[in-house]
């Protein structure tokens, strides 16, 4: 299994980004997506979670109304639409993934996939 995560860059406190996460190597219909985030000096951080038919999501509640979790099954795709951004967004963004499950998780030691992380950066 394969993920690449895209579109970090920087944006303004307001402000709106869309970070992608392109999935390949598996049947992805028995999996849980999900984003984790790690700022400069701390801990990672769970941010949001899906089960890949979208029938459960999770949210931080640090996020949860600003950030939107969603996943286009055709293009193997999770997208993390993130609006209303704060400085305190800022981190390196990370897409997860677990196989065989159908129940999204926020503990990430239930990821047993990583990609890359993007940078988020928002100034205020």
């Known amino acids: 299994v394969q993920l690449q995560a895209s579109g970090g860059g920087l944006a303004r406190a307001g402000g709106s980004l869309r970070l992608s996460c392109a999935a390949s190597?598996?049947?992805?219909?028995?999996?849980?997506m999900g984003w984790f985030r790690q700022a400069p000096g701390k801990n990672r951080e769970f941010v949001a979670a899906s089960s890949w038919s979208g029938g459960e999501k999770l949210y931080s509640h640090s996020v949860k109304g600003r950030f939107t979790i969603s996943s286009d099954n055709a293009k193997s795709t999770v997208y993390l639409q993130m609006n209303s951004l704060k400085p305190e967004d800022t981190a390196l963004y990370y897409c997860a993934s677990i196989f065989g499950s159908c129940s999204a998780s926020p503990m990430y030691y239930d990821y047993n996939y990583w990609g890359q992380g993007t940078l988020v950066t928002v100034s205020s």
């Open positions: 190597g598996r049947n992805f219909e028995s999996y849980v």
